[in-house]
């Protein structure tokens, strides 16, 4: 895998800082106009009350948490594959951890909204927190709603530092760079790197610990939210598969989301000569990975519940695979099983193009399926008398658009004020290959990259 | 610490609504009007559920009032992260409006779809506005309500007891709709009391519980129909 010359990576991958085109403006205003246009519809819910919703008894979880529960997944892509990939050293995760990290970091903050977005009265949210109480109220430490705000506090601020780590080095290169107002804010981020032996050592320490922390984080994290549902007693929620099951069809949305945001960045910011096929076609191959294990599971779930014919969970279970909720749970698997197996599967169409289909496919299956394990339970709860049906309302159809939005206004306005791609752990890398070139084996490459990457 | 408990007669239902408009009145619960109510917004802390059996022309109809079952083993009061939803020692699964932020977890996590958001603030039909109970506090929007067994009426009669330093005798306190029951379909009384009348028909070989399995261990014992 060849990479360009070291010259040529700062300026390619410095280009989108330094130079700025209408077209960024005009993106910047469109999303930045959805998102506000949410943030008003929200406001609007918590004027006039929550009736605006098409929440109703008994379905009193809907699209919002949906939304939720779809959003903590699409992050379980970047911090965990970037750690996996790091801890064994795989050599073509360079140029795609950044972009990882970033969508884990936006992705989890746009989740953490909706647990406070579907509150009655979000006005007393803090009421959540463990804060310290002159009256000694703490919140109800057996609730999963708690574990939740736990789980991903712990899962946020850690990926945050491992977003934030590996890209002193590089706001170091950007200060160098940089004239004026930038070249002050760029050497407060810097936090004063110099490239110093020691410094390197102790950045790659942090990154280690960092990397095998993060992963049994990740995994509790979508493991405590399919906790909010497996822990009631609701018809096909209280499963014990739930835990791996909401894991895997975690990972699998996130990698999605990885290859699509992998693609437009390829296409808008000319980075052909970072992001390869093979980058593709390696996650591409994850994919199918995870497709299959999806797969498995949903197949358990359903064979399980249909062997054991009890007569509630029957009732939902003939209400997804061939009544009123049969269109959509076709489609999910479809989209999420179907598509990526022709695609992935076959090596023909494992190309750029064929990765985006099958991730927008995924994106689209992982929405459902959130939905499709939410909605049809609650409606149809045990007694017949009370079973119900929800509609979403444009409220939460506008805020359920804006969630996406506001990803890409993130992600746009990141690639602005940081590089997309990791440009210390790029030269890194093709030190590394030039050296195992030289010595005709693969040799350490650290104390060389520590080396070449003082610039 | 009594336990406070009912036993409802499903052989006296007649199914006549009266325990659900006594109710609505004792507790302050506000009317949604027609458009909300046919968005499944109408909040009834107790309804009579009703079930058709058999085929035309050889039909019976089943009543059964259904109200919040005060489970000793709730699934509503764990998932509760303010603790609005928890029990009293005399065994009510109580509400505390204030202390709700509406998460709606509670709700989903009952069983017998027994608990009631307020989608907006109250409000009612006039002159229903002029009939407010003092005794019982408004909901705010975005709050969860239920069947509180008329914990005020419990309150009021525990404390006069209290004041002419007395027990409390069976079937002093009343709930609305047991008091509102033609039939006396709804008996309420002191579960811990094996002489009260509510124990003596628990206890009917006609008894059981609804959604046993569920395991949530009600308070609520319905006598099957004859």
């Not at chain 1, 008894?57 to 939304?67: K, L, Q, R, S």
Request: hydrophobic letters at 45%.
């Amino acid at each position: 895998m060849s990479q360009p010359a070291h010259a040529r990576i700062n300026v390619d991958l410095l280009r989108p800082l330094l130079r700025t085109s209408w077209r960024f403006y005009f993106l910047v205003a469109a999303l930045g106009s959805i998102v506000l246009t949410a943030l008003v519809s929200w406001l609007s819910q918590a004027f006039f009350g929550f009736g605006v919703t098409g929440i109703r008894w008994p379905v009193y979880w809907g699209f919002y948490v949906t939304n939720f529960v779809f959003w903590i997944g699409i992050s379980h892509a970047g911090t965990l594959i970037s750690a996996i990939l790091r801890l064994v050293d795989a050599g073509w995760r360079r140029p795609v951890t950044r972009c990882a990290e970033v969508i884990t970091v936006f992705a989890l903050m746009i989740g953490a909204m909706f647990p406070i977005i579907h509150l009655g009265r979000p006005w007393l949210a803090f009421w959540l927190f463990p804060y310290p109480s002159e009256r000694l109220i703490w919140p109800n430490f057996r609730s999963p709603l708690v574990w939740d705000f736990f789980a991903i506090n712990t899962y946020l601020t850690g990926s945050v530092l491992f977003l934030v780590l590996p890209m002193i080095p590089d706001f170091a290169v950007v200060r160098d760079k940089a004239t004026g107002v930038r070249k002050t804010i760029y050497t407060y981020l810097a936090c004063g790197w110099r490239g110093t032996p020691r410094q390197w050592h102790r950045l790659e320490t942090a990154m280690q610990i960092m990397a095998i922390g993060i992963v049994p984080v990740a995994v509790s994290v979508h493991t405590i939210v399919s906790f909010d549902f497996s822990m009631a007693p609701v018809p096909m929620w209280q499963s014990t598969i739930f835990g791996p099951y909401f894991v895997v069809g975690a990972i699998f949305s996130g990698i999605a989301g990885l290859l699509i945001a992998m693609a437009v960045l390829r296409k808008v910011l000319h980075l052909q000569d970072y992001l390869h096929p093979v980058h593709f076609q390696n996650l591409g191959k994850l994919l199918l990975v995870m497709a299959l294990l999806w797969g498995y599971f949903v197949f358990n779930e359903r064979l399980v519940t249909y062997y054991g014919n009890g007569p509630s969970e029957m009732a939902v279970f003939w209400r997804t695979q061939r009544e009123s909720f049969a269109p959509l749970y076709w489609t999910m698997v479809i989209c999420n099983f179907v598509l990526p197996l022709v695609l992935m599967g076959i090596r023909y169409f494992r190309t750029i193009t064929g990765c985006v289909i099958a991730s927008l496919g995924v994106v689209v299956g992982m929405w459902l399926e959130r939905f499709l394990i939410i909605v049809p339970s609650l409606g149809h709860k045990y007694l017949p008398y009370s079973y119900g049906i929800y509609r979403p309302q444009p409220v939460e159809i506008i805020i359920a658009i804006a969630t996406f939005a506001a990803m890409m206004l993130l992600y746009v306005l990141f690639a602005k004020l940081v590089p997309i791609i990791s440009i210390w752990e790029l030269k890194a890398g093709r030190a590394s290959a030039s050296l195992a070139e030289a010595v005709g084996e693969g040799g350490d490459a650290r104390p060389v990259a520590r080396g070449e990457a003082n610039l | 610490m009594p336990k406070w408990g009912m036993a409802v007669d499903l052989d006296r239902c007649d199914g006549c609504g009266a325990c659900v408009t006594a109710c609505h009145a004792e507790n302050n619960i506000s009317t949604v009007g027609a458009d909300q109510a046919a968005r499944g917004r109408a909040k009834h802390w107790i309804r009579v559920e009703r079930y058709w059996e058999g085929e035309f022309p050889d039909v019976r109809l089943k009543f059964r009032p259904v109200m919040c079952q005060h489970c000793d083993n709730a699934p509503c009061e764990p998932v509760c992260p303010t603790y609005a939803s928890h029990h009293t020692p005399d065994g009510l699964n109580a509400q505390v409006y204030n202390r709700c932020i509406g998460t709606r977890y509670c709700a989903n996590a009952c069983p017998y779809n027994v608990r009631f958001f307020d989608f907006f603030n109250p409000s009612w039909d006039k002159p229903l506005h002029l009939q407010l109970n003092p005794d019982v506090s408004l909901r705010e929007v975005g709050v969860m309500e239920k069947c509180t067994f008329c914990v005020q009426r419990i309150k009021a009669t525990t404390i006069q007891a209290k004041s002419e330093d007395r027990p409390v005798k069976d079937g002093e306190i009343q709930p609305a709709c047991a008091q509102a029951c033609p039939s006396r379909a709804l008996v309420f009384g002191d579960l811990s009391d094996p002489e009260s009348e509510v124990s003596r028909l628990s206890r009917s070989p006609r008894g059981s519980k609804l959604l046993e399995d569920v395991g949530t261990k009600p308070s609520v014992t319905y006598l099957s129909k004859q």
